[in-house]
């Protein structure tokens, strides 16, 4: 059956499910989803995801939103590599660093939030509100980061997961917005690891563009 991606190529939250959907080796057609261009709200993707955001998974006769519910299903569905620890203590850490970036940076972060900062300040005020709150994100990441599983490879153990899945588009954010984190060398040496993977380098947005 078919494996759909309904995203938009710069989404922190499409570029997870990418990262996810690249490791676990499933191949998927996209249709793009313009956020810019307000396409997310239209009745075409209205159809597949009524919240009007991306990214949107059509997989299994299945329509899945929210892209860590659509990681979860992935690793639940297809168990190898696993994208989630075995014990419970872990799988509740990595779960933890997960939503640290997908609950607490990224809402803060996301389009119709900025908009609305530059609408009641500017775009000076737009820029700056989104460098601190990702530093300040990620200096909390930083140190969750430093916990039993891990060895400086990945978010947790030596094999990425859930949680790298989540940072790695963080990051890709961050440098984009001038956030610096040169100074986090937990987090250096995670991108690091993960930067050596193909999986990350296929799901990246420059290599939709």
């Known amino acids: 059956m078919r494996v759909v991606l309904h995203d938009y190529w710069r989404s922190s939250a499409s570029y997870r499910v990418r990262i ?96 609305r900062v530059e609408a009641l300040g500017g775009a000076e005020a737009r820029a700056s509100w989104n460098r601190q709150n990702i530093s300040d994100g990620l200096e909390a990441v930083e140190i969750l980061l430093d916990q039993p599983g891990f060895d400086g490879r990945f978010c947790h153990g030596s094999t990425p997961g859930l949680a790298d899945c989540t940072l790695i588009p963080q990051l890709y954010n961050a440098t984009r917005w001038g956030a610096d984190f040169a100074h986090l060398p937990r987090i250096n040496a995670v991108a690091a690891s993960c930067a050596d993977l193909a999986a990350f380098h296929a799901a990246a947005p420059e290599a939709l563009t």
């Open 20 to 115: 996810a959907l690249a490791l676990k080796g499933i191949g998927y057609d996209r249709v793009a989803v313009d956020l810019v261009k307000g396409e997310q709200r239209g009745a075409e993707n209205l159809e597949f995801n009524p919240q009007g955001l991306v990214p949107t998974l059509e997989i299994d006769g299945k329509r899945l939103t929210q892209s860590l519910a659509i990681i979860e299903y992935l690793d639940e569905t297809r168990p190898g590599p696993p994208l989630l620890p075995s014990s419970p203590g872990a799988r509740a850490h990595v779960r933890g660093l997960a939503l640290a970036i997908a609950c607490e940076i990224h809402p803060v972060s996301n389009l119709r939030v900025l908009a």
